[in-house]
């Protein structure tokens, strides 16, 4: 009991002093409420309003490792191989891409800032790959200016029918990125369509190249025709031929009843002389000892099936014929032609986690077919 009484003792002897210097304590502030980040569901998921405005924000990418490989053989028998790998061997590769995207609604339409951060290492020996800004562009409404791919064929507000085939590569379509400034009308059902001027990059000139696209969507696919004009197709500083390309293609995507995700896709195109609005094919900068130089196509036909086996599994088979490729820089064609075909899948074993594997075969007349491809991992974020 004495210890007892003893340990109570001790106890209000302390409260009492604490209560003797409790005018001098220090009192800590009220944390004042916190200013959440809120969630912004005008945009789709991932955005955020920025504290204290009324701008969304969203941050998002993908980091992928690739494993590589061709068959082209390096001796001069052999079509150049779709993906660039190293001649009869494999290589590694690994990309980091991140998006900024910044909207904000105004009585003008949706003021947008738009950029994308990337870097590649492509299976350097030595050194790490290199960061760059990929693309950049400021909306306001349909108008867009910045840096990025073509109106060729992206198109921000119908992409029914960007880029080529339905695999990562697409075939090929001139693929190319240029700065450019455009207007787009129109949105994913009914006529849509827009008007690019896009600098060549490649010519000392004040005259732009000119895009324009008009196209109608619907809930069972899209139409779609582009034209271009390329006022300098020749050998660039100013130009060796001084003459401008005409180049036009019609798109049609089917969405097939039935099977949600299953599309098909047909796209034929013609240009009236060698330009980068016309078809690519694996030629493009090759010769045959003492012939000319290959440029693009005069003309090519794509055809591109996706079967959505399930919501995480897709098949894709696409085929691509290019004729008449033209001498580079001119407008004189060739006897030469080449063709290519695609498989690939799409799969995600889990949210967010892809696993693609695709594969190339192309063949140029007068030469072997080569085949490559690769096999990838990508975590989106």
Known sequence: MKFKSLMLGSVAALFAVSGAY?????????????????????????????PGTQTCFSINGYVWWQF???SNQADGTDTPGYYDSDHRGWKTSSRVRINFDARTETELGTLRAWARIQADWMGSKVGDGPVGMDQAWVQLGGFAAGYGESSWFYQFNNSTLNYGSFSWG??????????????????KQGIYGLVSLEDP?????????????????????AVAITGAYDHNYGESFPGSSGSGAFVVKGEALFNLPGTPGTMFKLAAGYASADSNYGADNPMVGESFVGGPTFGHAQWYALASLQ????PNLALIAS?????????RFTDKTTSENAWAAEVSAVWLPVKDFEIRPEIVYTKADHLDGTVSGFLRFTRYF
Request: glycine fraction near 14%.
């Open 22 to 50: 409790a005018a001098d304590a220090v009192v800590a502030p009220e944390p004042e409420p916190a200013n959440y980040v809120k969630v912004c569901d005008a945009y789709g998921s991932g955005f955020y309003y920025i």
């Open 201 to 221: 990059a490649d010519e000392v000139s004040y005259v732009p190249d000119v895009v324009a696209r008009i196209g109608y969507g619907a809930n069972w696919g």
């Open 319 to 327: 085929g691509e014929y290019m004729g008449n490729l033209y001498e």
């Open 307 to 310: 079967y959505q086996v399930n």
């Open 170 to 187: 697409g075939l090929y379509y001139s693929y190319q990125e240029r700065s450019q400034v455009r207007y787009e009308f129109g949105g």
């Open 68 to 70: 590589g490989a061709n």
